[in-house]
């Protein structure tokens, strides 16, 4: 049986509901290509429309009238704004090999806030194997349904352990281009790798971002907006790709230890976050084989944005950053960078500030080049940790979470140890989420290989935006590069899965 990402629909204008969203579900599965599917939603956006001239905006009448006759008269076909990004969504989720499935929310959460059927909500959300919320922009945040149903998660216990571990994505509509749609996905992506489910951005065809953002400023819209369906487009396959891989992750196991790399970006000279990742490294035993940066005191050089980046064609261990200063530490821990299961970017946040070493910023602006570089941590599971006094209120693991999604990674539930008065107050609750951290990361390295072994891959950064780097790109050739890369990547993807993949 085929792993199923189902699609959740956050709009109180959804087209779909009853029967139309099996049928909406039947019609995406005989979709072929990239081409058909944009027919497709601009016809069903057009459909919609004129449900809406039928229903009294010809007449002039008031919206809560129209939207009364909507629901009355019909159900079975056209697409909402929302359903058209949803649509597009679960096409790249079915072109990864996935099952798919379709929840309108106004079938479940009313206008006022009711709740009906919520056991067959609960029953369909409880068959998914990944889950892409899809969401109008309200003030630069998600609408209320997709607030109800992420409470409809929170509260229900069982339902909450089942979404543990479960991959999400997003993608929202709003009516401008800069209309909240990033804050809208920032904030879901957070929310919901607080309830341990593993967080997503969209793949690199669109360069890897946070979800699909789609621009709509009237009905049926959005399917005007060809790089926004990209995008969710992108944010579909993303997810159904991890689905894949975690659902090949059930017949192997690794043949040695968790890779594990410590990042402690930000720290103070008594070495207060130094001091938790050796308690965490202790804590995992032989299950991880640990490797610890400390860069909060080191001469990480600021990155100077060139125009071309990285500045060489080659493979990924060669070190392909413009600065190659003395004190530059990047040349000598490049290699460090090289094949890892699990990152863990370490920060110390106190409110007194007077003794604070932090080469946060210069170091994530540095990692550029890796990111560029065909995304060299793609699939590689992350970690934020974060030590935090009460009241430092710096929101580390937010800027942690956002900076590292965007390398094609997998973000798990940041772990945030508080202190006061030197104490730590939720030990039992760190440690927690560091053995869950070891277990997804583990699941997600052996659904990676075990894909690899099926069918090498190598995903490529695309320049969208870089004027000067497309242009150069073409001068050295696109397919050269990608041949030099998928040469050398092929080279230690096989080795890996022949040395630390044990099938079942």
Same mark, same amino acid.
């Given at each position: 049986m085929k792993p199923k990402v189902v699609a959740v629909s956050a709009s109180l204008r959804n087209a779909r509901w009853g029967r139309g969203t099996q049928d909406l579900v039947d019609q995406i599965r005989r979709i072929e290509n990239e081409a058909d599917l944009f027919r497709f939603v601009t016809e069903q956006g057009r459909v919609h429309y004129q449900q809406f001239i039928d229903s009294g905006r010809a007449e002039g009448l008031p919206f809560d009238e129209l939207y009364k006759n909507l629901r009355r008269k019909f159900g079975g076909s056209g697409l909402c704004n929302s359903e058209i990004g949803m649509t597009a969504g679960l096409w790249g989720a079915l072109s990864k090999g996935c099952d798919i499935d379709y929840i309108p929310l106004s079938s479940y959460f009313g206008p006022t806030g009711q709740g009906k059927d919520l056991g067959e909500l609960k029953h369909r959300l409880m068959e998914a194997d990944g889950v892409l919320l899809c969401t109008p922009v309200y003030f630069g945040d998600r609408s209320s349904l997709a607030s109800d149903f992420i409470e409809f998660v929170r509260r229900d216990t069982e339902l909450r352990d089942f979404m543990e571990g479960k991959p999400f994505a997003g993608i929202v509509v709003g009516a401008k281009r800069n209309g909240g749609q990033e804050t809208t996905l920032v904030y =879901? +992506? +957070? %929310? +919901? /790798? *607080?309830? !341990? +489910?593993? !967080?997503?951005?969209? $793949? *690199? $065809? /669109? /360069? &890897? =971002?946070? #979800? !699909? /953002?789609?621009? &709509? !400023? $009237?009905?049926? %819209? &959005?399917? #005007? $907006? %060809?790089?926004g369906l990209r995008t969710a487009i992108g944010a579909g396959k993303r997810l159904g790709r991890i689905v894949m891989e975690c659902s090949l992750a059930e017949n192997g196991r690794l043949a040695d230890s968790l890779k594990t790399m410590f990042w402690i970006l930000q720290d103070v000279p008594d070495g207060i976050a130094r001091k938790l990742v050796d308690d965490l490294i202790r804590e995992a035993g032989d299950g991880i084989s640990a490797r610890v940066l400390e860069l909060q005191d080191s001469s990480v050089g600021r990155c100077i944005a060139c125009d071309i980046c990285p500045v060489q064609v080659g493979p990924d261990a060669d070190y392909r950053c413009i600065i190659r200063t003395k004190r530059d530490p990047f040349p000598d821990m490049h290699e460090s960078f090289l094949d890892n299961d699990l990152i863990v970017p370490v920060v110390y946040s106190p409110r007194d500030r007077s003794q604070i070493r932090t080469m946060y910023q210069r170091f994530i602006e540095r990692t550029r080049y890796l990111r560029r570089g065909d995304y060299l941590f793609t699939d590689v599971s992350v970690m934020p940790l974060v030590v935090e006094e009460l009241g430092a209120g710096e929101n580390m693991h937010i800027r942690l979470a956002t900076s590292l999604v965007r390398h094609h990674t997998v973000m798990l539930k940041p772990n945030i140890a508080y202190l006061q008065s030197g104490k730590l107050l939720n030990k039992d609750e760190v440690l927690s989420n560091w053995h869950r951290a070891r277990k997804q990361a583990r699941q997600i390295t052996i659904g990676r290989l075990s894909a690899l072994s099926r069918q090498p891959d190598v995903v490529s950064y695309n320049p969208v935006g870089y004027i000067l780097s497309a242009a150069r790109d073409k001068e050295l050739s696109v397919q050269e590069r990608r041949r030099l890369l998928q040469e050398d990547r092929s080279v230690r993807q096989k080795r890996d899965v022949y040395e630390r993949l044990i099938t079942e």
């Open positions: =879901q +992506m +957070m %929310e +919901m /790798t *607080s309830l !341990g +489910m593993l !967080g997503l951005g969209n $793949d *690199s $065809d /669109t /360069t &890897a =971002q946070y #979800g !699909g /953002t789609i621009v &709509a !400023g $009237d009905v049926g %819209e &959005a399917c #005007g $907006d %060809e790089y």
